[in-house]
Nanobody, 120 residues
């Protein structure tokens, strides 16, 4: 079955960096775009970054452009989110997402989430 397992979250000071990883299994990883979302307390889940299946195209929320970089290693079935110059407003649970065509239906799949806290 489809599994998305995030790791790499933690507590970091403002201006610091973290790299999140999402290990995927149960589907043809290179055939699908992958995304990172985040959800802060009391707020709706929002798209942070997206990368196409071959990794040739990326898209970012305006709030993270120039600070975050999404990448993928199709040989390792893993997508990454490098987060630099972190701000307190980046504090959220970060989720890995894949929209997959399985058994004729498109469905969203989510990881369990990893907490990122930016605080001094």
């Amino acid at each position: 079955q489809v599994q998305l397992v995030e790791s790499g979250g933690g507590l970091v000071q403002p201006g610091g960096s973290l790299r999140l990883s999402c290990a995927a299994s149960g589907f043809t990883f290179s055939g699908y775009a992958m995304s990172w979302y985040r959800q802060a307390p009391g707020k709706e889940r929002e798209l942070v970054a997206l990368i196409t299946g071959a990794g040739g195209s990326t898209n970012y929320a305006d709030s993270v452009k120039g600070r975050f970089t999404i990448s993928r290693d199709n040989a390792k079935n893993t997508v990454y989110l490098q987060m630099n110059s972190l701000k307190p407003e980046d504090t959220a649970v970060y989720y890995c997402n894949a929209d997959l065509l399985i058994a004729g239906d498109w469905d969203d799949y989510w990881g369990q989430g990893t907490q990122v806290t930016v605080s001094s």
